[in-house]
């Protein structure tokens, strides 16, 4: 089986948790590719999907957004799945109910499963405006990711395609 994992990622962050995700199906004897999504024009191949993206200001980013909207018939005829990534600090904020908004894809694209995930805030690889954003509703700078979540994540879709 042939599966596509596609993620929109500003700082790098977000396509790390897709390749963890890539790494995992391809250990369950699957054919992944990872790639990003302003990479990816054509569904045909994939017998199943893992879309993700980045969160800024509860929204995924505009490339996660005009692709699933695009890819919407598609990806609603084989399994799919998505993930979010974001919140940051310990417990992670935004609240899991208020960190992202994607009911209308989630309605379009009809996944399986939506999955969010903790995000990676380092202030370095931010601009100026941004960390003027992240200052002023003080969010937590670090690695929160949980990466044994995200792999038993991805281990279950991989089961679930087993069958």
Request: aromatic fraction near 6%; hydrophobic fraction near 45%; glycine fraction near 6%.
């Amino acid at each position: 089986m042939r599966v596509l994992v596609c993620a929109a990622s500003k700082h790098g962050s977000t396509k790390e948790i897709a390749e963890a995700i890539g790494r995992q199906l391809s250990e369950a004897a699957l054919t992944v590719d990872v790639n990003d999504v302003q990479e990816v024009d054509d569904l045909a191949q994939y017998e199943a999907v893992i879309l993700g993206s980045a969160v800024y200001m509860g929204n995924w980013l505009e490339s996660a957004r005009q692709f699933a909207t695009e890819q919407a018939s598609e990806l609603a005829t084989r399994p799919t799945w998505l993930f979010s990534s974001g919140p940051t600090g310990d417990p992670p904020r935004p609240s899991a109910d208020k960190a992202v908004s994607i009911d209308s894809i989630i309605a379009a694209v009809k996944p399986r499963d939506h999955r969010l995930f903790a995000g990676k805030l380092d202030r370095h690889q931010l601009s100026f405006p941004e960390r003027a954003l992240i200052t002023a509703i003080r969010a937590a700078e670090g690695d929160y990711r949980d990466w044994d979540e995200i792999g038993t994540w991805a281990a279950e879709i991989a089961a679930s395609l087993a069958r």
